[in-house]
């Protein structure tokens, strides 16, 4: 049986992009002759009942916006079986068979929690870390991305001047892609995941005999898993005396426009999402693999951790001398 009256939320951390996924929920599923809902703060909209139908002109001058207008939540409630319960019921009352949640990881969790209870659900991933699997990406970490290549050149530009060390410390708690994608474009010396151990005598050496050489910067990428840059930063000055400045560059990399890239991303995941409801599909996560969207069983992608890149990282270093 194929959905006939779908709902729309955002939850977890925002992301650049959500904006433009909410945006192509709600046009394709008018298109395609559904009515529309969105649930304001996420799952705690659900449980609050605070749901509103949509039209064509309540997702007009946002494809450009950072953060998200259904505005988003961390909400402990929907992580017990009551509040499931409840915000299923919710939606029941209304009609509302669908439901596409963008967010991440844990947003993912509640998803597949409600297509248990009989929701039509669909995931979307929604988060700058880049952190979920069966997906090449995620939307936000497109601008993210940018974002940190942005202040990594500015820092750069005064490091030069100064013949200075620079740790930049940036977002991404499990996942070090922002760090890696970031570190190799912006090409920063040592590149620091939570994914790949590492030896901070070789990067304090490392970084001495470079500037023996003749280099006139270093910069150190942390990811904040890894720890603070502050602590790396002391870790390398008690090594070889150099005295790396440090920037934590932190909620600046999940606001902002969106990329093109990322509001074309969200714009066929939206649209993907929708399709797949009315074909009847249901506990999936939307996703694109080497230029194919793709569904995947939500509980295999709440269950795999995402692969990191290694090949990326080994680039990175070869190039980074
Ligand atoms: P993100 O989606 O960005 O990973 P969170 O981990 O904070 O963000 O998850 C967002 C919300 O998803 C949580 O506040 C909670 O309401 C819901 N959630 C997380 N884990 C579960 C779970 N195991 N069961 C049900 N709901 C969950
Ligand atoms: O959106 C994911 C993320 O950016 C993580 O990298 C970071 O640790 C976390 O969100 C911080 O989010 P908040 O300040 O909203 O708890």
Redesign the pocket.
Known sequence: MTVKKIAVLT???DSQGMNAAVRAVVRSGLYHGLEVFAVQR???GLINDDIREMDLRSVGDIIQRGGTILQ?????????AE??QLGAENLRKRGIDGLVVI???????????LSKLGIKTMGLP??I?NDIPFTDLTIGFDTAVSIVVDAINKIRDTMSSHERSSVVEVMGRHCGDIALYAGLASGAETILVPEVPFDLDEIATRMSENFALGKRHSIVIVAEGVGKGEEIANGITARNGIEPRVTVLGHIQRGGAPTHNDRILASNLGDFAVRKLIEGESGKGCGIMKGELVLTDMDKVISTKKEFNMELYELAKRLSQ
Request: neutral net charge; charged residues 20%; aromatic residues 10%.
């Open positions: 939850s977890g951390g996420g799952f705690a988003t939540a961390r909400c402990k409630e929907f992580t017990t509040g499931q967010g991440g990881d844990g947003s993912y969790q509640g998803a597949n929690k929604g988060t870390d």
